[in-house]
């Protein structure tokens, strides 16, 4: 069952936070973060394994809530170069290695 | 690290003839590949599994006689559509997954676009 991501779109100014959703209704195994840029493939960005686990790098980073089944990304002091879609994949202990997609968010931001 | 390359990045066919794209995993070994499906402005769906020496596990609603994937070694899986339909124009990704210690996660190439006149 594909997890729900929210919002469907943000548009930002240089420098603003954002904050991306991904909930599932299945149990989760671990949650995978991607960036795709228009006519390109998705780019990886983190994966995170373990309930309550928190990962980043550069002003990119992320959180997995296992009891509730959901993981939130976070984009602190946006630049340019971070629009895109975001996609969260999600995978089930016994998906072995299978990805769900959510619907993607579209992340803009503006000068 | 983990590159994954994609062959051609973009085809024309006409109706009814068939298209090979091969995916690579250029650094790493990948026993498992991944064949996704991507319309525009919508999410990746995933197609089938290719697993290294044995046949690939396609999702429900996926043929598996139209869309063959041969996966022969462990840097090189295929997918061939075979009699093409204008329906079957879409962007084709694959991804390699790559297994390490800390954590296994897939890495996408920069996919096919198929357009089937």
């Known amino acids: 069952q594909q997890p729900v991501q929210s919002p469907q779109a943000v548009i930002l100014r240089e420098g603003e936070d954002a904050v991306i959703n991904c909930s599932s209704s299945?149990?989760?195994?671990?949650v995978h973060w991607y960036r795709q840029k228009h006519g390109e493939a998705p780019v990886f960005l983190m994966i995170?394994?373990?309930?309550?686990e928190q990962k980043g790098h550069d002003k990119i980073s992320a959180s997995f809530n296992e009891k509730k089944q959901q993981s939130s990304l976070y984009l602190t002091a946006s630049q340019l170069s971070y629009s895109g879609t975001y996609f969260c994949?999600?995978?089930?202990?016994?998906?072995?290695?299978?990805?769900?997609f959510g619907q993607g968010t579209i992340l803009t931001v503006h000068p | 690290g983990a590159v994954v390359s994609q062959h051609p990045s973009w085809v024309i066919c006409k109706s009814g003839t068939s298209v090979k794209i091969e995916c690579r995993s250029l650094?790493?070994?990948?026993?498992?590949m991944f064949w996704y499906r991507q319309f525009p402005k919508q999410s990746l769906m995933l197609m089938a599994t290719?697993?290294?020496?044995?046949?690939?596990?396609?999702e429900q609603g996926v043929e598996k006689d139209k869309f063959l994937i041969n996966h022969a070694s462990l840097t090189l899986s295929t997918l061939t559509v075979t009699s093409a339909h204008p329906e079957d124009s879409s962007f084709y990704i694959c991804?390699?997954?790559?297994?390490?210690?800390?954590?296994?996660?897939?890495?996408f190439g920069p996919g096919t676009r198929l357009l089937v006149l």
């Open positions: 991804s390699a997954r790559w297994d390490t210690q800390d954590q296994e996660t897939q890495y």
């Open positions: 299945k149990a989760l195994y671990s």
């Open positions: 995170l394994l373990k309930g309550g």
């Open positions: 994949g999600t995978e089930r202990g016994t998906s072995y290695g299978k990805l769900t």
């Open positions: 650094d790493f070994q990948a026993t498992t």
């Open positions: 290719s697993n290294e020496g044995s046949k690939a596990t396609y």
